[in-house]
Each structure stands twice: as structure tokens, then as C-alpha cells.
């Protein structure tokens, strides 16, 4: 039997993460967790059943796990593009457009893999046009891409986490400072509703992506 095993993060979509992420919730405190979790991990993100991995020769099992939990702990650079179930996204290219809905649905949605593809949604648009390097983005629509979304690639995720990691508070900062040039964000940010709220959200953005790890048991 022939098993593709993957080779890096742009190898594994979002959803695979989130099947897994799953089973790791439900059975992290039971005994049997770490051998069911080597036996899953291997299922989904080679695309097999549990009867193929059981025909796996067992030496086999161990160098697959490993080289999968290698994959998992890479921490790619940002990908700016990406094209899934053929529509290509970009990388929102102004973080400091960015309004205040989507700043909540990020902030909400970051700290939870299993709504991941909703955060995502708001970092990545459909390209609408491009030329010499620049592009456009479609403008955000909640929900609308969210099923293309959760087969985009693990290292577009990673790697957008590791980019807000790598700027640390000063994403608050740079955020914020951008913001207050807004006219349309002034009063906005002058009052205790809107203004409290943007830096409780960006606080808690930061915070949240600085302690969340890629789980791989």
C-alpha cells in the first residue's frame, strides 16, 4: 500500500488541523490518548482509513509520526497568496483598514481552532484584481468564504500567527496609531464604548496569539 505522507504545512489543510485539534479535545485525559492520537494523526493528515494505518508495517507508524509531528511544529514566514477550491485569496494588505466587525470576528475567533477559518476570514480575501505586484481585496462578507476557507493550507494560518506573534503589543500599538488617523474612527475611538473596546479587543488578540501553541501530541 502507498502512503503520501505530507512534507510541510502546505501540505495539510485548516480542516484537517480541525478534525484533529478535535480528537485531541476528546481524548487528551483518557489512557489511551497518545496511542488513538498517533493512530488518527497518521489517518487524517495521510487521508486514510484506520484499517489502512493498521496495515502499515509498525516501524512504518513510527517514522510517520515523527516526520508529522516535525511538520507540525514549523513556523513558516507569512503567505501573502494562496489559491483554494479555485479562488485565490490575499493577504489583507492594510491591517490598519481594518474596522471594528472585523476586528471583533478576529479577536473572537483566534483563540478557538475549531472556528479558525472565521478569523482567517477576515486576514484573507479573494483576490479581485491584480497588477505589478499589487492587488485588491474583496471587501469583508462575514460568513461567504468560510467552506473554501477551511481547505486553505495549515501554513497560511501558521504563518499569519507567527506574524502577529513577531509583532508582539507593538500590533496594538501600530493598529491603534493608525486608527486614530481615521476620520471615520474619531469619534469612535474619543468615546468610552468604541475606544475601550478596540484596545480590550487588540489586548486580547495579542495575548491570546502569543499563548496559543500548534498542538501534535
Known amino acids: 500500500m502507498k502512503v503520501i505522507v505530507p512534507s510541510s504545512l502546505e501540505d495539510i489543510t485548516l480542516i484537517?488541523?480541525?478534525?484533529?485539534?478535535?480528537?485531541?479535545?476528546?481524548?487528551?485525559?483518557?489512557?489511551?490518548?497518545?496511542?488513538?492520537?498517533?493512530?488518527?494523526?497518521?489517518?487524517?493528515?495521510?487521508?486514510?482509513?484506520?484499517?489502512?494505518?493498521?496495515?502499515?508495517?509498525?516501524?512504518?507508524?513510527d517514522d510517520i509520526s515523527n516526520i508529522l509531528d516535525e511538520i507540525l511544529q514549523r513556523q513558516p514566514s507569512l503567505t501573502e497568496k494562496f489559491t483554494t477550491d479555485g479562488i485565490?485569496?490575499?493577504w489583507l494588505p492594510e491591517l490598519d483598514k481594518m474596522t471594528y466587525g472585523e476586528l471583533l470576528d478576529l479577536n473572537n475567533n483566534i483563540s478557538d481552532w475549531s472556528s479558525m477559518h472565521v478569523a482567517m476570514g477576515?486576514?484573507?480575501?479573494?483576490?479581485?484584481?491584480?497588477?505589478?505586484?499589487?492587488?485588491?481585496?474583496?471587501?469583508?462578507?462575514?460568513?461567504?468564504?468560510?467552506?473554501?476557507?477551511?481547505?486553505?493550507?495549515?501554513?497560511?494560518?501558521?504563518?499569519?500567527m507567527v506574524f502577529f506573534w513577531n509583532l508582539g503589543m507593538d500590533c496594538t500599538?501600530?493598529?491603534?496609531?493608525?486608527?486614530?488617523?481615521?476620520?471615520?474612527?474619531?469619534?469612535?475611538?474619543?468615546?468610552?464604548?468604541?475606544?475601550?473596546?478596540?484596545?480590550?479587543?487588540?489586548?486580547?488578540?495579542?495575548?491570546t496569539l502569543q499563548s496559543m501553541k500548534l498542538s501534535n501530541n
Open 88 to 90: 485565490k485569496f490575499g
Open 122 to 160: 477576515v486576514l484573507y480575501r479573494p483576490i479581485k484584481n491584480e497588477a505589478n505586484g499589487l492587488y485588491n481585496i474583496e471587501k469583508y462578507e462575514g460568513d461567504k468564504y468560510h467552506k473554501q476557507l477551511r481547505n486553505m493550507p495549515l501554513s497560511a494560518v501558521i504563518g499569519s
Open 16 to 61: 484537517q488541523y480541525q478534525e484533529y485539534n478535535q480528537e485531541i479535545e476528546a481524548r487528551k485525559d483518557l489512557p489511551d490518548a497518545d496511542e488513538y492520537l498517533r493512530i488518527k494523526k497518521i489517518e487524517i493528515f495521510c487521508k486514510l482509513t484506520r484499517e489502512q494505518v493498521m496495515m502499515i508495517e509498525y516501524s512504518s507508524i
Open 173 to 207: 500599538t501600530y493598529i491603534l496609531k493608525s486608527l486614530e488617523t481615521e476620520t471615520d474612527f474619531q469619534k469612535q475611538l474619543n468615546s468610552t464604548e468604541y475606544g475601550v473596546g478596540i484596545q480590550q479587543s487588540m489586548n486580547s488578540l495579542v495575548e
